[in-house]
């Protein structure tokens, strides 16, 4: 990646779900969606992602993880198990692990830097919604279980 | 005043609350409110009743440990707490609220980040109408 990157940085309330977002475009703003699926509706869920962005997640007591699924079952929305927040929303798709991130849960990003719309994917296929996420959602993704260094 | 229902995403916990049709909402930008995307409708206790679920909701404390952060343990939803400023009171997040009653929500900021300025003597005097 180019010397452009931004280092995001974004938790949990309480920190046990942690994790930093490599966006590779440091000069623009960041384009973000409120999700108006009935999940994200009642967590106000607005995220950010890009095709050639990168997060690694930290997740320090496994136990209080939840991964949360519905619908079409294809997403997972980590959900810290000791705060309720939901930082982060993965999808395995063809064996590799694509990611959205929560913009309420960085930090130090003011919210005249994000640049908002609403998304409505009601009535997608579970086969265009899957495209979906692989052309837009982050495609390099880590996730370590336990204590930070 | 007419009674709206509501409750977590999963359907386990629920709870009817008597409000407006037109409902006035607390926008907060304290640390937990954006993070859990938290809409207040601040309401004295006596208008909540939770019909189903309080076995299944979590705790989350922090800072003065007034307010009791209730979420669902299963589906991770804050449906409604009790908050700092109306220890004797529920706020219950407007986005929760079933379709069909609601009129209208009338949101007004609250400058939770300054939480103390706004509560100088460590809670609101009234509920919001």
């Not at chain 1, 999808?91 to 694509?98: A, K, M």
């Not at chain 1, 990611?99 to 719309?117: H, I, P, T, W």
């Not at chain 1, 609403?118 to 959602?137: C, H, Q, V, Y």
């Given at each position: 990646?180019?010397?452009?990157?931004?280092?995001?940085?974004?938790?949990?309330?309480?920190?046990?779900?942690?994790?930093?977002?490599?966006?590779?475009?440091?000069g623009?703003?960041?384009p973000?969606?409120?999700?108006?699926?009935?999940?994200?509706?009642?967590?106000?869920?607005?995220?950010?992602?890009?095709?050639?962005?990168?997060v690694?997640?930290?997740?320090?007591?496994?136990?209080l993880?939840?991964?949360?699924r519905?619908?079409?079952?294809?997403?997972?929305?980590?959900?810290?198990?000791?705060?309720?927040?939901?930082?982060?929303?993965?999808?395995?798709?063809?064996?590799?692990?694509?990611?959205?991130?929560?913009?309420n849960?960085?930090?130090?990003?003011?919210?005249?830097?994000?640049?908002?719309?609403?998304?409505?994917?009601?009535?997608?296929?579970?086969?265009?919604r899957?495209?979906?996420r692989?052309?837009?959602?982050?495609?390099?993704?880590?996730?370590?279980?336990?204590?930070?260094? | 005043?007419?009674?709206?229902?509501g409750?977590?995403?999963?359907?386990r916990?629920?709870?009817?609350?008597?409000?407006?049709?037109?409902?006035?909402?607390?926008e907060?930008?304290?640390?937990?409110?954006?993070?859990?995307?938290?809409?207040?409708?601040?309401?004295?206790?006596?208008?909540?009743?939770?019909?189903?679920?309080?076995?299944?909701?979590?705790?989350?404390?922090?800072?003065?440990?007034?307010?009791?952060?209730?979420?669902?343990?299963?589906?991770?939803?804050k449906?409604?707490?009790?908050?700092?400023?109306?220890?004797?009171?529920?706020?219950?997040?407007?986005?929760?609220?079933?379709?069909?009653?609601?009129?209208?929500v009338?949101?007004?900021?609250?400058?939770g980040?300054?939480?103390?300025?706004?509560?100088?003597?460590?809670?609101a005097e009234?509920?919001?109408?």
């Amino acid at each position: 990646m180019s010397e452009t990157v931004r280092r995001i940085q974004g938790k949990c309330h309480c920190g046990n779900i942690r994790f930093t977002f490599l966006w590779p475009d440091s000069g623009a703003k960041i384009p973000v969606r409120a999700c108006s699926c009935t999940f994200c509706i009642k967590h106000g869920g607005v995220y950010t992602s890009h095709p050639k962005g990168q997060v690694d997640i930290q997740v320090e007591n496994e136990s209080l993880l939840t991964r949360y699924r519905f619908g079409t079952g294809t997403a997972e929305f980590f959900i810290c198990s000791s705060c309720g927040v939901v930082p982060i929303v993965t999808s395995t798709i063809d064996g590799d692990e694509y990611a959205v991130v929560n913009v309420n849960s960085f930090e130090g990003v003011k919210r005249s830097e994000l640049d908002q719309s609403i998304s409505d994917f009601d009535g997608e296929t579970t086969e265009s919604r899957l495209a979906r996420r692989k052309r837009n959602w982050i495609p390099n993704v880590s996730v370590k279980l336990g204590p930070y260094n | 005043m007419i009674k709206h229902t509501g409750g977590c995403h999963c359907g386990r916990v629920r709870f009817e609350v008597l409000a407006p049709e037109d409902i006035p909402a607390s926008e907060c930008n304290c640390s937990i409110c954006t993070k859990s995307g938290h809409v207040g409708l601040i309401v004295p206790k006596e208008r909540f009743t939770l019909l189903q679920g309080e076995g299944l909701l979590s705790t989350y404390t922090f800072n003065t440990g007034v307010a009791k952060h209730l979420f669902c343990s299963h589906c991770g939803i804050k449906s409604f707490y009790i908050p700092r400023s109306h220890p004797d009171g529920v706020s219950v997040n407007v986005s929760c609220l079933d379709a069909g009653t609601v009129k209208s929500v009338r949101a007004k900021p609250f400058n939770g980040q300054e939480w103390e300025k706004q509560h100088p003597s460590g809670r609101a005097e009234s509920y919001p109408e």
